[in-house]
């Protein structure tokens, strides 16, 4: 599933792509991919224009002339694209927005899992997962005072809790694995027996990591490519996750992969070693 630098990298190829473009017509082929009455969102967003494309954790807001705001999340493997209008398309081309200027803005999804969701503007934060989601992780958003309180009332292991995102938004699996091995935590550590130092670390290593990998356009492990079509440069700088069996960077000791609530989990067991609980 893309992460937050995924997301924001595709965010900015869409203010390239489709930002100030205005919508003739919308092909959807696959209706279950819509929130919203099929021909209703058509007829909201015919005529539109996209002023820009904003993000809040891994959903993408694209914002439209009309006062109206397209939440979009990519789910597994969503993606977004620009070609000219009449260009051929695959079978997992499921929308195809075309604009006045002779492009068509297309979505592929080979899982289908990836859903549009038409809203008015100023509402989507009432909208599903945005209700709850938690701060950027930005020097501003992501206090040390609020990641302590949060993390002193938790009972759970720190794997789960950074992937909460109510929690923080934008962590997946890869950057929580890369995080947790920077600051030397086990992901099986009860989060409530993190130290205040330890957070501090945490807190710095979850800001700088994602601005850094948001800094090599995401990270590419199975098919994330950026709305040119591009892959990500950042599984090339990975320290953990994905080198299960490799030595540790820093001390040499074979890295290895558990599972950790259902989630795969890379880490070194002698930096990362679990403390007392």
């Not at 909208?127 to 501003?140: N, Y």
């Not at 995080?179 to 550590?189: A, F, G, I, M, S």
């Not at 992969?257 to 609980?277: E, M, N, S």
Request: aromatic fraction near 8%.
């Amino acid at each position: 599933m893309p992460e937050l630098p995924e997301v924001e990298t595709v965010r900015r190829g869409l203010m390239r792509i489709a930002a100030g473009r205005q919508i003739n017509g919308i092909d959807i082929f696959y209706p279950k991919m819509i929130e919203n009455p099929v021909e209703e969102f058509k007829e909201n967003l015919i005529g539109q224009r996209i002023e820009r494309v904003d993000r809040r954790g891994k959903y993408l807001l694209f914002r439209f002339t009309n006062d109206l705001t397209m939440i979009s999340h990519l789910r597994m493997e969503g993606s977004y694209f620009n070609q000219p209008t009449g260009t051929t398309i695959d079978k997992h081309v499921h929308v195809l927005f075309h604009f006045t200027d002779g492009t068509d803005l297309g979505y592929r999804d080979t899982r289908k899992f990836g859903r549009m969701h038409l809203v008015k503007t100023g509402t989507e934060m009432t909208v599903g997962g945005l209700k709850k989601i938690g701060p950027e992780p930005t020097e501003e958003d992501l206090t040390f005072a609020y990641l302590k309180g949060i993390m002193n009332k938790s009972r759970s292991k720190l794997k789960p809790f950074l992937l909460n995102q109510s929690h923080v938004a934008g962590l997946g699996n890869i950057y929580a694995d890369e995080v947790l091995w920077e600051t030397r935590l086990n992901p099986e550590q009860l989060t409530n027996t993190v130290t205040d130092e330890q957070i501090r670390q945490l807190r710095e290593n979850i800001i700088h990591e994602l601005a850094r990998a948001t800094r090599h356009h995401g990270t590419t492990v199975h098919t994330f490519k950026n709305a040119f079509g591009d892959a990500g440069e950042f599984q090339n700088e990975l320290d953990c996750y994905g080198r299960a069996g490799e030595a540790c960077p820093r001390c040499g000791t074979k890295l290895v992969k558990i599972k950790v609530a259902q989630r795969g989990t890379t880490f070194c067991p002698h930096c990362q070693g679990l403390a007392d609980q």
